[in-house]
């Protein structure tokens, strides 16, 4: 059973005035960043800094990917009210040991200082991915879906982009001010999504930033067993990527790329790297 959500949208820019280099007024759009505090069961959980696309598909994912919530069934609905900056989750039967359960907290690398909570290598090695493989002709045709998709970073900037794809399809692409709070929106959409059969063995996980600790065991709790980024990738990130057999691609841009962990998932075709890339946009 899935829970019920509402739609609460907010604006995801705001034009504002500023003044350039050649002393010129002009107006230029920002992104809207806003906080949206979650209360689980009445009970005050964490304050989230958000653009407010999916809030409610963005608080979903933080309680799967922070492992509160094992099942989509064991939350009942989730109420977005941006006049209070609040969301509300009601769970079927409440989560056990939440206050030990959220007592410590990492604050992540993310932008917006994102928050885990528990012991971020507890669950890792519990964590098998399966023995998916994609190809370069697949990694090209997602850095270009990337390149074609209108965003809110071209209008503004300020912004992280992830996306799910399925071979070269994009299924999902979704932007906030944190890296990771577009991945626990993704997270949040799989779940929404079971008619599509949305496991993530087959899936190719996106993002415009580096592959930190975080985003990497994100998405292998996704079942999620490769994951692509237009940066790099950090130690702990690096770390963590081989001990699960992640296959995490860096540094894709065009033709280019650079493949860190787990290349026995990645079938070359380098003879590809030959062919001139589309002009950028």
Request: aromatic residues 6%; glycine residues 8%; neutral net charge.
């Amino acid at each position: 059973m899935l829970p019920r959500l509402t739609q609460a949208r907010a604006p995801l820019t705001r034009e504002v005035m500023v003044v350039n280099e050649f002393g010129e007024s002009d107006t230029v759009s920002i992104p809207a960043e806003r906080a949206l505090t979650v209360y689980v069961d009445k009970r005050e959980l964490v304050t989230l800094m958000t653009l407010g696309a999916h809030p409610e598909l963005l608080v979903l994912g933080f309680l799967r990917n922070q492992r509160l919530v094992a099942s989509v069934a064991e939350v009942e609905s989730i109420t977005v009210d941006w006049e209070v900056g609040a969301a509300a989750v009601k769970t079927r039967q409440g989560i056990s040991d939440i206050e030990a359960r959220t007592a410590k907290r990492v604050v992540t690398t993310g932008c917006g200082q994102g928050s885990v909570f528990g012991d971020l290598m507890a669950e890792v090695d519990s964590i098998t991915l399966p023995a998916a493989t994609f190809s370069q002709a697949d990694l090209y045709g997602i850095v270009n879906a990337i390149r074609l998709q209108e965003t809110t970073y071209k209008s503004s900037g300020s912004v992280h982009g992830c996306a799910l794809f399925h071979g070269p399809e994009m299924l999902v692409f979704v932007e906030d001010v944190g890296r990771h709070n577009a991945i626990d929106t993704i997270a949040g959409w799989m779940w929404m999504n079971p008619e599509k059969k949305m496991s993530g063995a087959d899936k190719v996980f996106y993002t415009t930033g580096r592959l930190t600790s975080e985003m990497v065991i994100k998405s292998a709790q996704m079942g999620v067993p490769i994951v692509v980024s237009r940066s790099g990738i950090t130690q702990m990130g690096l770390d963590v990527a081989l001990r699960l057999g992640l296959c995490a691609i860096g540094r894709a841009t065009n033709k280019r790329f650079l493949c860190y962990s787990g290349a026995h998932r990645l079938q070359l075709q380098p003879e590809l790297a030959a062919i001139r890339a589309p002009a950028l946009i």
